[in-house]
């Protein structure tokens, strides 16, 4: 899988308001790291033989069993460029979605995120859940600090199709993640071609 690396840039003017903005006007400059290196998983098939005993008794019948290792998730990290506001990403939405190379229906938007990002300036009041705020010491414009990590698994969507199929399945997303900024702003970020992959495997006991 390879590694993505994508900045979004959404400019946006609002009048002045709220925490985290330094300035005469809002802006919104945010970037987007994300890594799909580990959006993966590993179906495995089991097929155990029938075995008897010397008297020919059935000691173990044979079976066919299917299993799946915990599906990696792809991995998005956010910064705000000098000078943004600080913002909250409270979603994300998929807006293409391909399995195996053919567009499926879309999943549904996902509402339930709460991550915050700081606003593009450093100050000695800052830290990794606060902003600058407009009476800080020292506030220059500078890069903001990494957002929590965001996990979304697209891995673990693929384990049903290459069970029953028994052939390894992938599949490629773009995505919009949503929300606003400090100052009440919308906010979205898109980023695109984040692949999956599901393997398929056979073991014969």
Do not use: W
């Not at 709220?18 to 970037?31: H, N, V």
């Not at 991550?115 to 500078?142: K, L, M």
């Not at 069970?163 to 992938?170: D, H, I, P, Q, R």
């Not at 599949?171 to 898109?190: C, K, M, Q, R, W």
């Amino acid at each position: 899988m390879k590694k993505i690396a994508l900045l979004a840039l959404i400019p946006a003017l609002v009048g002045l308001s709220g925490c985290g903005t330094i300035g005469g006007s809002s802006r919104i400059d945010i970037g987007v790291s994300s890594s799909d290196a580990g959006s993966q998983v590993t179906v495995t098939k089991i097929v155990t033989s029938e075995k008897r005993d010397t008297n020919g008794a059935i000691t173990t019948p044979a079976s066919v069993a299917y299993s799946a290792s915990t599906a990696g998730p792809a991995t998005f990290v956010f910064t705000s460029r000098p000078g943004s506001d600080a913002a909250y990403i409270t979603g994300y939405r998929i807006t293409r979605y391909e399995v195996n190379g053919r567009e499926v229906a879309l999943p549904a938007e996902n509402t339930g995120m709460n991550v915050y990002i700081t606003s593009g300036y450093q100050c000695d009041e800052r830290t990794s859940n606060f902003s600058c705020p407009v009476n800080g010491t020292n506030v220059t414009g500078a890069n903001g600090l990494p957002s929590s990590t965001v996990s979304i698994n697209l891995a673990g969507s693929l384990i049903n199709l290459a069970t029953t199929t028994e052939a390894s399945a992938y599949s490629s997303a773009d995505l919009e993640f949503l929300g606003h900024s400090s100052n009440g702003a919308p906010v979205t970020i898109p980023v695109k071609g984040v692949n999956s992959e599901a393997y398929f495997a056979v073991v014969n006991n």
